[in-house]
């Protein structure tokens, strides 16, 4: 899958992905996962994990980056992610890793 093909969700469209997806849960993101023909992605970040408008952009970025950076190993469906209170603190390999690491284990949970 290339990156051009990842899209972004508006969580106001998709608020049946709390309730229906699969959670998965990593050090520093808590990961729903739907599955669905097209790849879509939402990050949730809110002001309890980082007060300044700064920061929560800065970790929408990161995450954004490393989903594209990871296209060819995404399973098909929608993913949202719920960064923890860690993610602002840890050096950005820590969060790459961790986030890949919850990618594998969506796709292995699948039996892709």
Same mark, same amino acid.
């Given at each position: ?13 998709? %608020?049946? $992905? #709390? ?9 520093? #993101? ?17 002001? %309890?994990?980082?007060? $300044? ?20 190993? $995404? ?6 992610? $719920? ?5 602002? %603190? ?23």
């Amino acid at each position: 899958m290339s990156p051009t093909q990842i899209k972004r969700l508006s969580l106001k469209k998709n %608020k049946d $992905l #709390f309730l229906v997806g699969k959670k998965f849960y990593g050090t520093h #993101f808590t990961v729903i996962f739907v599955p669905a023909p097209s790849t879509g992605f939402a990050t949730l970040v809110s002001k %309890k994990i980082a007060k $300044l408008a700064v920061n929560r952009n800065k970790i929408r970025r990161r995450v954004a980056y490393l989903l594209r950076k990871n296209a060819a190993s $995404l399973t098909s469906g929608n993913y949202l992610l $719920l960064p923890k209170n860690t993610v602002l %603190k840890s050096q950005f390999s820590e969060i790459s890793s961790d986030l890949s690491t919850l990618i594998d284990r969506i796709s292995k949970s699948l039996g892709v």
